[in-house]
């Protein structure tokens, strides 16, 4: 939705909108919505729904809820810059005590409005005051002469941070597997939504299809592609092309292989990939035999036994095996245990520099001064060189 607030916000907007009823949304009613579309010249890119506010300080909220995804979002927001009106960014809405935040919580608060889950969004809450906390643990250690346990818990925190950018950018499943094995009714099933062109015809899917979802609060991207089939037409050829390259972008493989229909060569060979130490998707796959509501075709069972743990079968009509996938999912990308837990660093400056006051610490002579101020740099960004280091001391 974009919202233009302002005097006189309604006659602002009105030259980009059309209804059936005449409009003047400086006149209408704020309890009225009306469906108009929305005009770039003469071209009408978008229905959407509209209402106005009327404040008591003579200002106009005008909000428009617009049918389409992000890019018709950002042309109307080019369209209503290039009338003059002044786009507000996100992170301009935080309140006044942002500046004065620490940087923890500054950038907390930039993630914040990112966040894809609510489940997210209270870790995040959570997340920054742990982090402080534990910093100035890890200090007070180090002044202590406790350096190891600075040093344990730097490691462990480090550990864990590319689990953070599961959690923050969500993790991305790719669907992959032939023609017609139900790889969109899957994505459309796990993904809880309607939205992928599903048809009986092999090859509907021509490119690929992101899906944004969520496991136990956990974002899920599931990424549809094309079915993986020998084809000589050139789009489809592209096609695949390009499921392949989702594919290097994953985090997890979902192998869709139809149960109700002979195995094929490619699903032979899959099977033989899933247990092949050497390929870099070890341990990140998971093979499906969807359309379990119909009768299987005796070739399956053998295959399946190769491969352990693998997910199952499942039917995207019915729902059989589909909560069993979920979590099978989050528990392969290792989310499943996620639970809010301790400090995490949440974003690469924080890392670095905890990186670097661990390496401070590992030195064979170990510069504790140092240490401690990479430690402070993560709760502070300060200009090091502006520093004296001497002036300064531990606090
Ligand atoms: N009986 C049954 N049919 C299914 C199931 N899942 C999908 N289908 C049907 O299988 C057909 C193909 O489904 P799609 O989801 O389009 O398959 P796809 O793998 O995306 O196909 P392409 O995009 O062509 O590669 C459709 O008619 C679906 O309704 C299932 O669990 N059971
Ligand atoms: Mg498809």
Redesign the pocket.
């Known amino acids: 939705m974009v919202q233009v607030i302002g005097l006189r916000a309604g006659a602002a907007v009105t030259p980009l909108l059309k209804s059936k009823r005449f409009m003047d949304l400086e006149q209408m009613p704020g309890d009225e919505l009306r469906l108009c579309q929305i005009f770039d010249g003469d071209q009408p890119i978008d229905d959407a729904l509209v209402a106005v506010r009327h404040t008591g300080g003579g200002e106009q909220i005008v909000d428009i809820s617009m049918h389409g995804g992000p890019r018709i979002v950002q042309r109307v927001l080019l369209l209503l810059k290039g009338m003059g009106i002044n786009i507000v960014e996100p992170i301009e809405l935080l309140s006044e005590g942002y500046q004065t935040c620490d940087t923890i919580e500054q950038e907390m608060l930039e993630l914040l409005l990112r966040a894809k889950t609510r489940n997210v969004a209270s870790w995040l809450i959570k997340v920054a005051d742990k982090l402080r906390i534990q910093i100035k643990q890890s200090i007070q250690n180090i002044q202590e002469g406790d350096m190891d346990s600075a040093r344990r818990w730097l490691v462990d925190v480090l550990s864990n941070s590319e689990k953070v950018r599961l959690l923050l950018e969500g993790v991305r499943v790719v ?1 992959i ?12 099933v796990l993904a809880e939504r309607e939205r ?11 490119d690929w299809v992101e899906h944004p979802g969520a496991i136990n609060g956990i974002p899920f991207t599931f990424v ?6 020998e084809s000589t037409e050139p789009i489809e050829i592209e096609a695949v092309r390009r499921a392949h390259g989702q594919i290097e972008l994953a985090d997890l493989m979902l192998r ?1 292989i ?1 149960i ?1 229909m002979p195995p094929t060569m490619a699903d032979r060979i899959a099977i033989e990939e899933f247990n092949n130490e050497g390929d870099k998707f070890i341990g990140r796959r998971v093979y499906v035999w ?5 009768p299987m075709h005796a070739d399956h069972k053998i295959l399946m036994e190769r491969v352990t743990d693998s997910g199952g079968v ?5 729902g059989e095996g589909i909560d069993h996938l979920r979590n099978l999912l989050a528990r392969v990308a290792g989310v499943s245990d996620f639970s809010g837990g301790g400090p995490m660093l949440i974003t690469g400056r924080q890392v670095e520099a905890c990186e670097k006051a661990l390496s401070a610490l590992t030195k064979a002579e170990p510069d504790n001064y140092e240490a401690v101020r990479w430690l402070k740099f993560v709760v502070h960004k300060v200009d090091f060189k502006a520093e004296d280091r001497h002036s300064g001391g531990y606090n």
């Open positions: 669907l597997g032939e023609a017609n094995t139900g790889k969109s009714t899957l994505a459309n992928a062109v599903v048809s009986d015809v092999p090859g509907t899917t021509r549809d592609t094309a079915g993986i089939r869709v139809d109700s969807n359309k379990s509501d119909r499942v039917s995207a009509h019915s």
